[in-house]
């Protein structure tokens, strides 16, 4: 639950104001990042040898993140 009453910020909260980031994980990455974008919300995707991830802002300047939901870390022995 997110709850409302939070305090805006003009730019991204940094670690000491929020030290909690919500990360979606997703089938396809760069599909959802343009389905966001498509509704005027920039997301930056990037690549890295343990995955692929999205960040973008709420509306209070909050982080948030997308991640590829095949990450192995969240599969169990036999990949489902």
């Known amino acids: 639950m997110i709850e409302t009453g939070g305090r ?11 030290p909690v980031a ?3 994980n997703v089938s396809d990455v760069k599909a959802a990042a343009s389905l966001l974008e ?3 919300v920039p997301v930056e995707v990037k690549m890295h040898d ?8 709420d509306p209070d300047r909050n982080v ?6 095949d990450d ?4 169990d022995e036999q990949g489902q």
Do not use: M
Not at 64 to 69: F, G, Q
């Open 50 to 57: 343990w995955g692929t991830t999205g960040a973008f802002i």
């Open 8 to 18: 805006a910020e003009v730019t991204r909260k940094d670690i000491s104001q929020n």
């Open 38 to 40: 498509a509704q005027g």
């Open 64 to 69: 948030c993140s997308l991640k590829n939901a």
């Open 72 to 75: 192995p870390f969240f599969t």
């Open 22 to 24: 919500l990360r979606f």
